[in-house]
């Protein structure tokens, strides 16, 4: 049983930072790519940011320059930077990841943007 648990999502105003935290807990060996989605209103769910357990990182064109991925293997944890919020940025925003042959989620984590 592996469960995920995201952390630091809030009311933000325009132009400020969030630091969201994810962490991965049970019967893990190893993870492999780690990653952030989002689903605003009205929308898909959309990926944000991934890392791979060896550091490499791909980002939504959306955020690029403003959101940075890193991740700790030590604690099976995974954060999400996010400098420059926009009020487009407000979503539910959930982690993933690979662990053996299978995706988990977490429960999701709301952002919300605004003044």
């Known amino acids: 049983q592996v469960h995920l648990v995201e952390s630091g999502g809030g009311l933000v105003q325009p132009g400020g930072s969030l630091r969201l935290s994810c962490a991965a807990s049970g019967s893990i060996f190893s993870i492999g790519v780690m990653g952030w989605y989002r689903q605003g209103p009205g929308k898909q769910r959309e990926l944000v940011a991934v890392i791979t357990s060896d550091g490499r990182r791909n980002y939504a064109d959306s955020v690029k320059g403003r959101f940075t991925i890193s991740r700790d293997n030590a604690k099976n944890t995974v954060y999400l930077q996010m400098n420059s919020l926009k009020p487009e940025d407000t979503a539910v925003y959930y982690c993933?990841?690979?662990?053996?042959?299978?995706?988990?989620w977490g429960q999701g984590t709301q952002v919300t943007v605004s003044s």
């Open positions: 993933n990841a690979a662990i053996f042959d299978n995706i988990y």
